[in-house]
């Protein structure tokens, strides 16, 4: 039904609450730490920093999510994802 299909598009996905989730731990190990430079060895925190680089760098990842990430600090602004944002 149309209804079904709009409460549909209007509910997050697990990927997006994923990525809100740890874009808030991500926050939180910066306001500690100073960088985001979350080491693989952290725990879930870091494969995922590791992860939304490794996707950044091969272009997977949306525009407005890439610029989050760079918000973020996980992906640097003046790394090899920096020109997916003007493509």
């Known amino acids: 039904s149309r ?18 989730e740890f874009s ?9 730490h ?5 080491p693989l060895e952290f725990g879930p925190l870091g494969a995922w920093c590791a992860n939304q680089r490794w996707a950044a760098e091969q272009g997977l990842c949306a525009p407005e999510r ?7 600090g996980v992906v ?3 790394g090899p994802a920096r020109d997916r944002l003007r493509a």
């Open 3 to 20: 209804q079904a299909q709009a409460q549909a598009q209007t509910k997050p996905s697990a990927t997006d609450s994923a990525f809100t």
């Open 24 to 32: 808030s731990q991500a926050r939180a190990f910066h306001a500690e």
């Open 34 to 38: 100073g960088h985001c430079e979350v």
């Open 66 to 72: 890439l610029e989050q990430l760079m918000e973020l």
């Open 76 to 78: 640097q602004r003046d």
